[in-house]
């Protein structure tokens, strides 16, 4: 069973930047591809971004590309998302999740197996 565990999350002002990371406690996740999504109060859960899982290609949603920044260290079990220029509606709850193994970056829910449990990301006005 694998557990995925983010962290990083916080309150931020408009402008400013976060980095969350998203950690394997059990199993690993270096031969998958792996993706950040993220769910406001009311809305559904969108994709955000997505990496491949030798971290040689990604994907970003629309919303966050120029700003965000995927990455990850599969030696450390490690998953990044850097957040840049981070705007008011960029606040939700950020999820890491596994997709497939040895998949290029996957922008669907349905592509992913297992999810953290989440942190949270306030951005201020």
């Known amino acids: 069973q694998v557990q995925l565990v983010e962290s990083g999350g916080g309150l931020v002002q408009a402008g400013g930047s976060l980095r969350l990371s998203c950690a394997a406690s059990r199993g690993s996740f270096g031969n998958y591809a792996m993706g950040w999504f993220r769910q406001a109060p009311g809305k559904e859960r969108e994709f955000v971004a997505a990496?491949?899982?030798?971290?040689?290609?990604?994907s970003y949603a629309d919303s966050v590309k120029g700003r965000f920044i995927i990455s990850r260290d599969n030696a450390k079990n490690t998953l990044y998302l850097q957040m840049n220029s981070l705007k008011p509606e960029d606040t939700a709850v950020y999820y890491c999740?596994?997709?497939?193994?040895?998949?290029?970056?996957?922008?669907?829910?349905?592509?992913?197996?297992?999810w953290g449990q989440g942190t949270q990301v306030t951005v201020s006005s």
């Open positions: 999740a596994r997709g497939g193994i040895n998949r290029a970056p996957a922008r669907e829910s349905y592509e992913y197996d297992y």
């Open positions: 990496i491949s899982w030798s971290g040689g290609s990604t």
